[in-house]
């Protein structure tokens, strides 16, 4: 099994402080954005790399669809600047509209989980990225562009947790060095988080699947 971990994501409701900013005040979206609330976002502190429920959208469409999810291989999971964690069931078929998808994470964000009546395909969880990990079983990788290069065929393992940073910029917010056996480098120049999971997805079916 590969667990795939999206980890301090730049998802989160707006702020309480830029909530009357005329950037927002008038937003449809709860969701923090940063192509709709820049204007409002330099009070924020850390600004520059926050409201990017796009980097969330784009990863989970590719992680859901892709071969090793329909094999029933994978489970994906979303872990939030603010330590949430989404759960994400491997047949929950991720909404392409980005707009609508915004609003599943907004009521993530109020009930918990979606859909909120029937049983859930996605969850919401108040638990840092520690905690999952503790539940988790596999030699843990962390892709960053400050490890060591090394092919992912030859590293993959049966059982396996690789954790691809949920943000534009910056290093990651958790301790996260410290909970994992390998750092690893795919390549010599930053790509989106999205690119790393298919690499990373991609490998373990070529060594597992079949
Ligand atoms: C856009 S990058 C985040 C930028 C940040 N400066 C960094 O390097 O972590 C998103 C994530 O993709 C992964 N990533 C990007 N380029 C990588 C590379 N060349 N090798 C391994 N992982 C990479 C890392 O997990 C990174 O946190």
């Known amino acids: ?19 009357k ?30 409201g990017r429920p796009d980097i969330v959208h784009v990863f989970l469409l590719i992680a ?8 029933g291989m994978l489970r994906t999971y979303v872990h939030t600047r603010n330590d ?3 759960y ?4 929950t078929r991720i ?10 994470m907004e009521q993530l964000f109020e009930h918990g989980k979606v859909p909120p009546e ?10 840092n990225l520690e905690k999952l990990l503790d539940k988790l079983e596999g030699k843990r990788i962390l892709f960053s562009m400050d490890g060591e290069r090394r092919k992912l065929e030859d590293i993959m393992e049966e059982d396996v947790i690789c954790i691809i940073g949920g943000f534009p910029s ?4 958790s301790p996260v060095h410290k909970m994992v056996d390998e750092v690893v480098s795919i390549y010599h120049e930053m790509l989106p988080a999205w690119i790393v999971g298919i690499e990373a997805i991609v490998a373990y079916e070529n060594k597992f699947v079949n």
Not at 1 to 19: G, T, V
Not at 65 to 70: C, P, T
Not at 88 to 91: D, M, Q
């Open 1 to 19: 099994m590969m667990h795939l971990i999206l980890a301090d994501s730049e998802l989160e409701i707006i702020p309480k402080k830029i909530i």
């Open 21 to 50: 900013h005329p950037a927002v005040r008038n937003s449809k979206s709860k969701i923090l954005d940063a192509s709709l609330h820049h204007a409002a976002m330099k009070g924020l502190k850390q600004w520059q790399r926050r």
């Open 64 to 71: 859901n669809e892709s071969i090793l999810n329909k094999e």
């Open 84 to 86: 949430e964690v989404i």
């Open 88 to 91: 994400i069931k491997p047949e």
């Open 95 to 104: 909404i392409k509209n980005y707009n609508r998808f915004k609003g599943l």
């Open 118 to 127: 029937n049983e859930a395909l996605m969850e919401m969880r108040k638990e």
């Open 170 to 173: 910056g290093d990651f917010l």
